[in-house]
């Protein structure tokens, strides 16, 4: 099996040759870029740097898919957020003041798509269906629609809103979801395989659990309908008092953190669902050593793990040795 067959059977359910390994988020770091000669910040704003920033995963990590982009800024930046670069070591952020307040009625763009960077955010995808995709899956990421309104009116005022005025949160969510949903579209045009909708501000950590019940799963349902490949939904932190409704959205894949209990998620979301994470991105993989990378991937497999992938985006100084141990227990399985 190539790394594409092995990842397409595993979404349809059935025993690939090895287990599959790759990122849900960015796994590109600096020793990547180096080994393929493109840097930041071209990497987050000119498609051919992305694209050659993402092969890396696949040429010299030997993950099974490629993922663009590495940042979260795209839907934000073209719905009119200012943004501030990251510099040659970090990623772009959403710059204050945002751009609208929780009165305002907020506004869809008609050419949206041609708005910031998403052009050249498609362009990477283009070019990396051209290069890889017969071998391997090309992964293109988007946001989910309440991070993406956090960004919109700025996180504290959003959290604030979801109990004083959570129906004045509605209007921004019905754009945020336009957003996700017209990118998403247009990346699967573009070439890509799967979805992978990042969603951090929906996590359990942040909003309370009835939030996202009641407020991001209609929305983000939405998104996912209207995608046409299997999609994955990443949710940071421990998603154990949601993750049933998660199970509910449409998403094919669930992208969890360690702090997630994989088991539970089997016994709430069924048997179709597919489970994906392994290893804790900031304590261990950024910070301890191949072996003890391995000892945590082996401990989520054997809880039902069936795609090995770093927790959540790889810090961009990660040792490669600690991305290339987890290729090898994959490898194992
Ligand atoms: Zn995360």
Redesign the pocket.
């Known amino acids: 099996m190539n790394a594409k067959e092995r990842v397409m059977c595993v979404l349809q359910g059935q025993k690939p040759d090895r287990m599959p390994c790759f990122g849900a988020?960015s796994t590109v770091t600096y020793s990547q870029m180096e080994k393929v000669k493109a840097f930041w910040p071209q990497g987050h704003e000119e498609g051919e740097a992305m694209a050659r920033q993402a092969l890396a995963a696949y040429s010299i990590m030997g993950f099974d898919a490629v993922r663009v982009p590495f940042d979260q800024t795209f839907e934000a930046r073209a719905l009119g957020c200012k943004i501030k670069s990251g510099g040659t070591e970090g990623i772009p952020g959403i710059e204050h003041p945002p751009p609208y307040k929780l009165d305002d009625t907020p506004h869809f763009p008609s050419d949206f798509l041609s708005r910031g960077v998403i052009p050249e955010l498609l362009k990477a995808v283009g070019i990396l269906k051209k290069e890889v995709g017969n071998e391997a899956v090309v992964v293109a990421g988007i946001i989910g629609p309440f991070t993406i309104a956090g960004s919109l009116l700025d996180t504290v005022p959003l959290l604030k809103a979801t109990f004083k005025a959570p129906d004045k949160i509605r209007p921004f969510l019905e754009v945020t979801t336009k957003a996700a949903s017209a990118l998403g579209r247009a990346l699967v045009e573009a070439g890509a395989d799967i979805i992978s909708c990042?969603d951090?501000t929906a996590s359990p950590e942040l909003i309370a659990p009835k939030t996202y019940r009641d407020l991001e799963l209609e929305y983000q349902t939405r998104v996912f309908e209207s995608i046409s490949v299997p999609s994955i939904l990443?949710i940071?932190g421990n998603v154990d008092a949601i993750v049933e409704w998660m199970g509910k959205t449409g998403a094919k894949v669930l992208s969890l953190?360690p702090k997630a209990d994989p088991e539970l998620a089997r016994q709430k979301c069924g048997p179709e669902i597919v489970l994906m994470g392994g290893v804790d991105t900031a304590t261990t993989l950024f910070m301890k050593d191949a072996e003890t990378v391995k000892r945590a991937c082996e401990e989520s497999i054997a809880k039902g793990i069936q795609i090995l992938a770093p927790g959540?985006?790889v810090a961009p100084g990660t040792p490669p040795e600690n991305l290339l141990a987890m290729v090898e227990v994959a490898s194992r399985h």
Do not use: R
Request: charged letters at 25%; hydrophobic letters at 25%; one cysteine or more.
């Open positions: 988020n990042e951090m990443h940071c953190e959540c985006a």
